[in-house]
T-cell receptor
Framework: GAVVSQHPSWVICKSGTSVKIECRSLDFQATTMFWYRQFPKQSLMLMATSNEGSKATYEQGVEKDKFLINHASLTLSTLTVTSAHPEDSSFYIC????????????FGEGSRLTVL | AQSVTQPDIHITVSEGASLELRCNYSYGATPYLFWYVQSPGQGLQLLLKYFSGDTLVQGIKGFEAEFKRSQSSFNLRKPSVHWSDAAEYFCAVGPFSTGGYNKLIFGAGTRLAVHP
């Protein structure tokens, strides 16, 4: 099956710094990737849709200047949490779909961000 | 409004017992339905999906789910649970098109514990 990989799996940073999380499709090309945020013991919340070669589409209430998304290639999307604060601490998960769309989303392993 | 409800936040079953996880949805059009499983600290893995046709769908790891339009439900079942099935289970609903993108709406999740 299609494999999506995230890096890093864990990251701890100081408040005010920026953190970049990478999402890679290892064995397929992904024109569209999705970034989700998951709070402890809660469901996934779609943050934004990352489109290769164009601007990301953000969900309502998600600060685009806080969560910068770049989808520079067909296999890589990055999420940068800028000027991170403790309330940004969360589990971030990316997903991607095949082209043509089979309906299935393939999820990365997730990245746990802790902001001190 | 589109939504997914998983009424059971936490379920505990004995190993070898049968399992049913409930999922109800509210969706304006014909829904496409999914069940995902998440192990602690991991991403999500697709168990099964329903797009059309036979309302009883088979998935991986011995799971099945039945779509009941009249009840707006898509309950997940397994006849005999194994200790390795302990995880978080998410029901999701969304649109699907070959050219579109998968903006899935997730339920809150059901945490399954398995007693030996």
């Amino acid at each position: 099956g299609a494999v999506v990989s995230q890096h890093p799996s864990w990251v701890i940073c100081k408040s005010g710094t920026s953190v970049k999380i990478e999402c890679r499709s290892l064995d397929f090309q992904a024109t569209t990737m999705f970034w989700y945020r998951q709070f402890p013991k809660q469901s996934l919340m779609l943050m934004a849709t990352s489109n290769e070669g164009s601007k990301a589409t953000y969900e309502q209430g998600v600060e685009k200047d806080k969560f910068l998304i770049n989808h520079a290639s067909l296999t890589l999307s990055t999420l940068t949490v800028t000027s991170a604060h403790p309330e940004d601490s969360s589990f971030y998960i990316c997903s991607a779909r095949l082209q043509p769309n089979t309906g299935e989303l393939f999820f990365g392993e997730g990245s746990r961000l802790t902001v001190l | 409004a589109q939504s997914v409800t998983q009424p059971d936040i936490h379920i505990t079953v004995s190993e070898g017992a049968s399992l049913e996880l409930r999922c109800n949805y509210s969706y304006g059009a014909t829904p496409y339905l999914f069940w995902y499983v998440q192990s602690p600290g991991q991403g999500l893995q697709l168990l099964l999906k329903y797009f059309s046709g036979d309302t009883l769908v088979q998935g991986i790891k011995g799971f099945e789910a039945e779509f009941k339009r009249s009840q707006s439900s898509f309950n997940l079942r397994k006849p005999s649970v194994h200790w390795s099935d302990a995880a978080e289970y998410f029901c999701a609903v969304g649109p699907f098109s070959t050219g579109g993108y998968n903006k899935l709406i997730f339920g809150a999740g059901t945490r399954l514990a398995v007693h030996p």
